[in-house]
């Protein structure tokens, strides 16, 4: 079982900035990735952005391209999601999740997504 636990979260205002981190526990075969998704109230959840360990391959929605910076550190299994420009429609709890596969995925997408952190609540507001 791999735990993964989000920090980072918090109040901030528009046009601001704020930096998630993501902890995962040692997986035990080479392969994964990492993601952010978020859900606002009301809405369904969504993916935000996604890297791959091994190919470095990056997604981001269209809602945060250029935006958002997704970054890995390998050797902590650490996975950081930089928010910058925020808007008040960035408001929803961030969800950490990680998945791990038996051979290299070119695209991150394509990862089954099976650990979940609690959360941590992002909040863009004046």
């Known amino acids: 079982q791999v735990r993964v636990v989000e920090s980072g979260g918090g109040l901030v205002q528009p046009g601001g900035s704020l930096k998630l981190s993501c902890a995962a526990s040692?997986?035990?075969?080479?392969?994964?990735?990492m993601a952010w998704f978020r859900q606002a109230p009301g809405k369904e959840r969504e993916a935000v952005s996604c890297?791959?360990?091994?190919?470095?391959?990056?997604y981001y929605a269209d809602s945060v391209k250029g935006r958002f910076s997704i970054s890995l550190d390998n050797a902590k299994n650490t996975a950081y999601l930089e928010m910058n420009s925020l808007k008040p429609e960035d408001t929803a709890v961030y969800y950490c999740?990680?998945?791990?596969?038996?051979?290299?995925?070119?695209?991150?997408?394509?990862?089954?997504?099976?650990?979940w952190g609690q959360g941590t609540q992002v909040t863009v507001s004046s």
């Open positions: 040692r997986f035990a075969f080479g392969y994964y990735a």
């Open positions: 890297i791959s360990s091994t190919s470095g391959s990056t």
């Open positions: 999740a990680a998945g791990q596969t038996t051979t290299p995925q070119t695209r991150c997408q394509t990862t089954p997504f099976s650990y």
